[in-house]
């Protein structure tokens, strides 16, 4: 299959697509109805339980519907990087970002998958930010 091209045959721009994303999510929200979701980040937090593997689990013995949990993941994270200019995760694998927000998950089985992957994801953007603000009051020589 050969890749998107625009008319005068260059590769539209991720921050454009991004842009033409926000755009439609807008008006969609501007017209009264919420935003159209899809896939798993909308099913509950019981569902990835009952997917996840145990915590002693090799990678080897996840499941099919564990790895799409786990792909879901991987794209939304790959969308948010993009349309941020920011690394959404801090640095953290996609496996560790699985494992936080399983236990996430436990603690609040009736949210959903998204709502806890937001959860995890916020909290990183704050310990950054502290991180951040930190290394710059101490770093100041002047």
Do not use: H
Not at 47 to 53: G, I, K
Not at 92 to 118: H, K, N, V, W, Y
Request: hydrophobic share 45%; with cysteine.
């Amino acid at each position: 299959m050969a890749p998107l091209q625009t008319p005068r045959g260059t590769r539209p721009r991720a921050s454009c697509l991004a842009a033409l994303a926000l755009a439609l999510g807008l008006c969609s929200v501007a017209a009264g109805a919420g935003p159209a979701l899809w896939g798993y980040g909308v099913k509950p937090c019981r569902e990835f339980l009952a997917a996840a593997p145990g915590d002693a689990a090799p990678a080897a013995v996840r499941g099919a519907e564990y790895l799409r949990y786990r792909e879901w993941l991987a794209g939304f994270v790959t969308g948010l990087n993009l349309a941020t200019a920011a690394d959404v995760l801090a640095g953290a694998e996609l496996d560790a970002a699985l494992t936080s927000i399983q236990a996430r998950c436990q603690a609040r089985p009736g949210d959903d998958f998204f709502t806890a992957t937001m959860s995890l994801i916020r909290s990183l953007g704050r310990t950054k930010a502290k991180g951040a603000a930190g290394k710059g009051a101490k770093g100041k020589t002047e």
